[in-house]
């Protein structure tokens, strides 16, 4: 998996499958611990973004062999995140890794894209109830965006169910303390470890 070796990597968890592994330990103990060691390489800058995207697409790919399995098995509960670029923004490429490192360890995604208005993220969380809304801005000028989504989910009342993990190249940790975000990330990778800590933690 790490290698991005689809076709080998199908091949093993069929093997594994058929050797009666359960689906749910070769998710957890293959699938999500190899996204884990892409994702602090990553951090560490011992592999770049060709290296996640084709680990990510190789998991998504025998994800499809594992599903039906992981039906017919007792599901855990996942971590939900909804995640999108913020109205008058229209950039995806670091809302996008983050989103794809999320889902390779385990994270539920829902990808509510970009130019986002603050009605938007909160009508969606309403709807999808999401554990942690994760905003990104590039622009300076849509960065103000982002308090008007945390000032919408507490005028709803929604702030102690939402954590809320805010990024990208203008944001940083004072900006993210100022709004009243629970977490920021400067990188997918970080990122990854900071939505951890936020569910994990108590609203």
Do not use: C
Not at 42 to 69: D, M, Q, S, W, Y
Not at 170 to 180: C, E, L, Q, T
Request: glycine content about 10%; overall charge negative; proline content about 3%.
């Amino acid at each position: 998996m790490i290698a991005g070796d689809g076709a080998a990597l199908d091949a093993r968890v069929r093997e594994l499958l058929g050797g009666k592994v359960s689906a749910r330990e070769i998710l957890d103990r293959g699938l999500i611990a190899g996204m884990e060691v892409i994702s602090d390489r990553f951090k560490t800058g011992e592999v770049f973004i060709p290296e996640v995207l084709l680990a990510a697409r190789a998991v998504n790919e025998v994800l499809e062999v594992l599903e039906p399995h992981l039906a017919g098995e007792k599901q855990q509960e996942t971590s939900r995140v909804l995640i999108g670029t913020v109205k008058g923004d229209l950039h995806d490429i670091g809302k996008n890794m983050v989103a794809t490192m999320l889902r390779g360890v385990g994270f539920e995604i829902r990808d509510a894209g970009i130019n986002v208005a603050s009605e938007e993220f909160v009508r969606q969380a309403e709807e999808y109830r999401p554990h942690i809304l994760a905003m990104s801005a590039l622009l300076t000028t849509t960065m103000p965006e982002m308090k008007k989504v945390v000032d919408l989910l507490a005028r709803k009342g929604m702030r102690r169910s939402v954590r809320v993990l805010v990024g990208g190249a203008p944001v940083n940790r004072k900006f993210a303390d100022d709004i009243g975000a629970d977490g920021y990330a400067p990188d997918a990778g970080e990122a990854v470890a900071v939505a951890r800590d936020l569910v994990a933690s108590p609203s």
